[in-house]
């Protein structure tokens, strides 16, 4: 019935204009209109502004009296050493992002999915979540604090219990540095990023993992066979999108975690462009940076996107 029912609705639903639709739910178009008007203007508004990265731009003369300079502004950054460095680091971190962060959230999200005592589950959550909604700032502070040398709770605890003579430089030492640079970063983004996932797997059939445990798979069997295999698009869609932000940086987070002892490892593309770019005045640099930046994730996302499709697994587009 409910199918014969969608049937003879689809004719009469296609014979209505826009506003016939309009005038049914104005109240949801007008509730879009705000996000539509901010995406606008801080993203496309902008985009004539990339003429800034061909040109040798003046704020006092603008874009009328700046000299055109062609691609000598992307060839004097390509050859600066400093960008080379930022470059690097930039890249190395962020596959390292990806390779411990990425599979954080959906092992999390699997283990969340198989707890059954509510109220352990919702705490849990809640907790897990809580670092999302915390700035950079902040948790640099608490972290630094913590993993002090010498008067840190963590080194002086380990201190106490015999397992260390002396504290570990764990954010002023640039190896150690770059080691739990990367695990806070998993720390703070893998609870919110696990409602992605959780939500996925609200949609796979309960009637399959009953079939699976009448043919006798135990827990680990369901998940590697029902689970995994009814999320895998999602993975799949938030990996493509990953990889976009492989030439990204975060500005807060390095700022927060930066000091002298781990500079060779903390300048990264944000740093960069802040340094050598808006912090100089030299803003045809830091566009041109910048338009690089995205022009690179953009290639990263339609590669992974067509090898994507190639596997038979679905795409972007």
């Known amino acids: 019935m409910a199918g014969k029912a969608r049937d003879v609705e689809s004719p009469l639903m296609a014979k209505k204009g826009l506003f016939w639709f309009i005038k049914r739910d104005w109240q949801l178009y007008v509730l879009i209109l705000f996000p539509l008007f901010f995406t606008f203007i801080f993203k496309f508004a902008a985009y004539p502004g990339m003429r800034m990265a061909f040109m040798n731009y003046k704020p006092a003369k603008g ?38 962060g990425f599979p954080a959230p959906i092992i999390l999200a699997l283990l969340f999915n198989e707890l059954k005592v509510k109220w352990f ?33 963590l080194n002086v605890f380990m201190m ?12 002023t030492e640039k190896s150690h540095w770059a080691v739990w640079y990367i ?45 995994l295999p009814g999320i895998r698009p999602t993975i799949v869609t938030l990996l493509i999108m990953n990889l976009g932000k492989i030439m990204g940086s975060n500005f807060e987070r390095l700022v927060a975690f930066g000091n002298v002892q781990v500079t060779e490892y903390q300048y990264q593309l944000a740093i960069y462009i802040y340094e050598k770019g808006l912090g100089a005045g030299n803003f045809s640099k830091a566009t041109a940076v910048g338009l690089f930046q995205s022009l690179v994730g953009l290639l990263f996302v339609l590669l992974a996107d067509r090898i994507a499709k190639a596997l038979g697994e679905n795409g972007l587009m």
């Open 63 to 100: 874009y009328a009296g700046s000299q055109y300079v062609g691609f000598d502004i992307f060839k004097k950054v390509f050859k600066d050493k400093d960008f080379l460095l930022a470059l690097k680091n930039t890249i190395i971190f962020n596959l390292l992002d990806l390779a411990a």
């Open 183 to 227: 695990i806070i970063g998993v720390w703070q983004s893998m609870g919110w990023g696990s409602i992605i996932y959780l939500s996925s797997m609200l949609g796979i059939s309960p009637d399959l993992y009953e079939a699976a445990m009448i043919d006798g798979a135990n827990k680990m069997q369901r998940i590697w066979h029902v689970t």
């Open 121 to 153: 589950k919702k705490a849990t959550q809640t907790i897990l979540y809580l670092p999302h909604f915390l700035s950079w700032v902040v948790i640099a502070s608490v972290m630094l604090s913590l993993m002090k040398p010498e008067t840190g709770l």
């Open 160 to 171: 106490k219990k015999g397992w260390i003579e002396k504290g570990i430089p764990f954010l």
